[in-house]
């Protein structure tokens, strides 16, 4: 693609929010999904979604990176090039779907506890 | 179209790995992305995100709806702790005049990180001012480049008019092990915090256990 007038730099051929059909939030989501909240594939969902007519492409890649290892919301955006909003309307569908759950952070306001805070910092001192 | 799709039985998950994040926040060119790259298990990455907010005045926007949106990009690694715990770091590239939409990015953090250049300190002063009034605990960080002259910290603390709690070191945003340290220094203080926070709502709660 790169010889031809749509090059990177011409910017997407397809708008990201083509991709969600125009929906700017997930229907599955009360919240929003935070940047880190893990997205993992489920685990007996082992059939074959590149014949999934339902899913999009971009789905499929989501199942697909999941598969490997579970990714973070943020990662999944940064490793599809797309756009946070964009890909958190697309897990919402995977969601809906049961392809993929999703983990909750620790909820805002409120600290992990400290045993966990404690093993953080001697992980980090292993670097 | 996703309809239509039988019910999975349920199943023993195992455990799910904790996501916890620390911000790495300051001035342009300060050494955010540098800090981040230097301890990430992963080259950093990059996403970015729509912010929209009604109504708060960012530019001269006369005759434009109130509402505004920027794209905020966002450079960010990620420390593996252990199966059951990964650590991400956000550093934001720019765009620092957006600081204050950063309400989301900043929701459930654990701490964040201020990078401070000595030859520019009040580029830092957006980031400390937002984590102090949200009460993230945060260390500020003095990037010690090439050239640039060395100030006791005391003297930046004063400048940064930092509360006597805040952490306050030296460190080479280069370096993996410096940089580690500056987040040891993050947890160490959000742990504290939290500590203190604890003692504070028993004091004030008496007998209610």
């Known amino acids: ?127 | 179209m996703v309809f239509g799709r039988s019910k999975r039985s349920g199943k023993a998950a195992p455990a799910e790995p904790v996501t916890l994040k620390i911000l790495v926040a300051g001035g342009f060119g300060v050494g955010k992305t540098t800090l981040v790259g230097a301890v990430s298990e992963i080259k950093p990455l990059r996403t970015e995100e729509t912010l929209s907010e009604a109504g708060r005045p960012v530019d001269n926007t006369e005759g434009v709806e109130a509402k505004s949106t920027t794209t905020v990009a966002m450079d960010f690694g990620r420390i593996t702790i252990n199966e059951q715990l990964v650590l991400y770091l956000f550093g934001t590239p720019g765009q620092d005049r957006f600081w204050f939409l950063w309400d989301e990015l900043a929701q459930g953090a654990l701490g964040a990180v201020v990078l401070a250049d000595t030859r520019r300190l009040e580029d830092s002063f957006a980031a400390v001012d937002y984590f102090e009034r949200r009460g993230i605990p945060f260390t500020v960080a003095v990037n010690c480049f090439d050239g640039a002259e060395r100030y006791p910290l005391e003297t930046v603390r004063e400048a940064l008019d930092l509360d006597g709690e805040v952490p306050v070191m030296l460190c080479d945003a280069r370096r993996r092990e410096s940089s580690r340290d500056v987040l040891v220094s993050v947890v160490e203080h959000a742990m504290h915090a939290s500590a203190q926070a604890a003692a504070a709502a028993a004091s004030r709660e008496p007998a209610t256990t």
């Open chain 1, 1 to 127: 693609m790169k010889d031809r007038w749509f090059d990177d730099a011409a910017g997407p051929v397809v708008r990201p929010y083509a991709m969600t059909r125009g929906r700017t939030r997930s229907s599955a989501e009360e919240a929003p999904l935070d940047l880190i909240a893990l997205v993992i594939a489920d685990v007996d969902g082992e059939e074959d979604v590149q014949d999934d007519h339902s899913l999009a492409p971009e789905h499929v890649d989501i199942v697909t990176y999941c598969r490997r290892s579970s990714l973070s919301v943020a990662e999944l955006a940064a490793e599809l090039d797309l756009p946070v909003g964009v890909v958190r309307v697309l897990i919402g569908d995977l969601v809906k779907a049961e392809l993929v759950h999703v983990t909750r952070p620790v909820p805002p306001a409120e600290l992990p506890d400290e045993s966990i805070l404690r093993e953080v910092i001697n992980g980090l001192r292993a670097l």
